[in-house]
């Protein structure tokens, strides 16, 4: 089910249970869709945004998806202040904050993902669908962040990857939402998980890109693309391409938010993802 992208749905903790944003294991649900005029549309509900690493078969143990989720939360401290605390999940509300995940222990983070075996209820457990683990930044609502990664799964079928959802307004969603910001996440999880691809946008943007919303398969605002998967050609201005050091390439669009509400950033990410088709890029991350 991890084939295709979405919002993570209600998780197995509160807090992230209170996410107004639909799950990404499935189609989320849509705004309705009316003709919108410039005034309509700055009442509209928000656009989602997220950021996301998948990457293909890979058999790891639980340390060391331990080890990697260790290096992804030192390395995204350095964006912004809300991605500098971490914390275990908990049943409650108000015990968010009681168990810090930083600075990161890779024997805690270990168990946590030793826990998180998929298995259906007294039954045998699956080993090929990995690990997962879910957890926020304590923060309530226009301060909330929250991860959720499944490492170590070696089916054919179900892709791994690295989530990130960010509020859906407030003051924080406004900085989060950055290209300094969103290039870090992306880059934080290229280092920490060397996926085949990442990306970050909105999940309007993702559906006029990609109908069935395969991993690998379109360009968000900002796109990492393993050097697996081959080169990034030149792309015409305003798109930047940035490389993360030998693993592989950032590619930005624009330095402004890309909006699916936006048909300029709509033809833009139409166009530049036939350049990326025609250079053997734009193929899905599982086959």
Not at 58 to 72: G, N, Y
Not at 86 to 95: G, I, M, N, Q, Y
Not at 179 to 185: I, K, T, W
């Amino acid at each position: 089910m991890w084939r295709k992208l979405g919002l993570p749905g209600p998780l197995n903790i509160c807090l992230i249970a209170r996410l107004s944003a639909a799950s990404r294991s499935s189609p989320p649900q849509r705004v309705e869709e009316k003709h919108v005029t410039a005034s309509s549309e700055a009442t509209a509900w928000p656009e989602t945004y997220y950021a996301g690493a998948y990457w293909g078969v890979r058999k790891e143990s639980p340390e060391e998806c331990a080890r990697r989720t260790a290096d992804l939360l030192n390395l995204l401290s350095a964006y912004d202040p809300l991605l500098e605390s971490w914390f275990k999940p908990t049943r409650s509300l108000k015990d968010v904050r009681k168990h810090s995940l930083m600075p990161p222990d890779v024997s805690t983070l270990t168990e946590l993902f030793r826990r998180g075996v998929n298995r259906e209820k007294g039954g045998p457990v699956f080993e090929s669908l990995g690990l997962s683990f879910s957890f926020g930044n304590g923060g309530l609502g226009t301060d909330g962040v929250h991860l959720r990664i499944v490492c170590g799964g070696y089916s054919e079928v179900n892709a791994n990857l690295c989530l990130m959802s960010f509020p859906s307004k407030g003051a924080p969603r406004e900085r989060l939402l950055s290209v300094p910001v969103l290039s870090g996440v992306l880059r934080s999880m290229a280092l920490a998980f060397d996926p085949d691809w990442a990306v970050a946008g909105s999940d309007e943007y993702r559906k006029l890109m990609n109908a069935d919303s395969s991993a690998g398969a379109f360009v968000g605002w900002v796109t990492y693309q393993s050097r697996r998967r081959g080169t990034v050609p030149p792309l015409p201005a305003p798109v930047r391409i940035e490389p993360v050091e030998d693993k592989g390439a950032l590619i930005i669009l624009s330095p402004e938010r890309i909006s699916a509400r936006n048909p300029e950033h709509v033809e833009q990410g139409h166009r530049i993802g036939a350049l990326l088709a025609n250079a053997g890029l734009m193929r899905p991350v599982m086959p």
